[in-house]
């Protein structure tokens, strides 16, 4: 079976700093990987996802992500962060064969102005 | 787009009693339906798969009893949670996979359910 596992539970950051956040994922096959983002009182929104050819993925609202299969890893990106990206992110990932979809802990940001 | 409609979004029930939760398909057929809790300040964790027309596949765990689910047509499935205690109260959350092949996921808006 297929994990996930994000290194940051909470990330504090200003205005206009850059960010990174870390996602790793045990698989031993070939893989489809998301990065979703949970607004405070909505409900999953999806930012980008992987499923093949350019490992570096552009998402919504300036997110992006690279797939480094050497290390099992699909970090997400953002040059300047703004306030309102204030909220919490889940990295996921599925088999390309199947339809499970296994989330990370998730990481919480907090952007201050 | 696909859209996956979650109701209620919000709801307190005494312990003891049960609580539906419906998600149905907007504009495609869901042939599954994941039911995923979310506890505070915590990840969704998957809870079972259901299946149009089969029984739901529950994660290891889970009390088939106690989390009951019905996918009785392509577009509605729905959790029920029986004689709901406190430590039932969680933020319960739908997700269907969408039509196409690696498509992605649609997830319906979730239901905070409050067990006092």
């Known amino acids: 079976a297929q994990s996930v596992s994000q290194h940051n539970h909470h990330v504090i950051l200003s205005e206009a700093a850059s960010l990174e956040l870390g996602c790793n994922y045990s698989?031993?096959?070939?893989?489809?990987l998301f990065w979703y983002v949970q607004y405070p009182g909505q409900h999953l929104q999806l930012l980008l996802k992987?499923?093949?050819?350019?490992?570096l993925v552009k998402g919504i609202k300036g997110f992006e992500a690279e797939f480094i299969k050497s290390k099992f890893s699909f970090n997400l990106r953002k040059p300047s962060v703004q306030w309102s990206d204030t909220a919490e992110y889940f990295c996921?990932?599925?088999?390309?064969?199947?339809?499970?979809?296994?989330f990370g802990g998730g990481t919480r940001l907090m952007v201050k102005p | 787009g696909a859209v996956v409609s979650q109701h209620p979004s919000r709801v307190i029930c005494k312990s003891g009693t049960s609580v539906k939760i419906e998600c149905r398909s907007l504009?495609?057929?869901?042939?599954?339906m994941f039911w995923y809790r979310q506890f505070p300040k915590q990840s969704l964790m998957l809870m079972a798969t259901?299946?149009?027309?089969?029984?739901?596949?529950?994660e290891q765990g889970v009390e088939k009893d106690k989390f009951l689910i019905n996918h009785a047509s392509l577009t509605l499935s729905t959790l029920t949670v029986t004689s709901a205690h406190p430590e039932d109260s969680s933020f319960y959350i739908c997700?269907?996979?969408?039509?196409?092949?690696?498509?992605?996921?649609?997830f319906g808006s979730g239901t905070r359910l409050t067990v006092v």
């Open positions: 997700s269907a996979p969408l039509p196409g092949q690696n498509y992605g996921y649609t």
């Open positions: 698989y031993g096959g070939t893989v489809n």
């Open positions: 992987y499923f093949s050819g350019d490992p």
């Open positions: 996921a990932v599925k088999p390309y064969a199947g339809n499970m979809l296994t």
């Open positions: 504009d495609f057929q869901a042939t599954t």
């Open positions: 259901s299946n149009e027309g089969s029984k739901a596949t529950y």
